[in-house]
């Protein structure tokens, strides 16, 4: 079985989604960081099992307190 097959048996396996409607996706074994959520369509979501995955959810909720950390100083 090559990665990619990895991967996706990851991905279909009910173990690996946790809190319900909310989808959040842990499977030590996938490779990837970043993967689709379960229902098509609705974008994706991070395999929080991978390391970098916490740090790009830093990132994402750090970015809002940025700009408007930046906004306060810069504008009156």
Do not use: C
């Amino acid at each position: 079985m090559n990665r990619s097959e990895r991967d996706e048996a990851e991905w279909l396996d009910p173990d690996n989604w946790r809190g319900g409607w909310l989808g959040f996706y842990v499977a030590p074994r996938d490779s990837r960081v970043w993967v689709p959520k379960k229902l098509p369509g609705m974008g994706w979501t991070l395999n929080f099992a991978h390391p970098q995955s916490w740090l790009w959810l830093l990132a994402l909720l750090a970015s809002p307190l940025v700009v408007v950390i930046v906004l306060a100083v810069f504008l009156p």
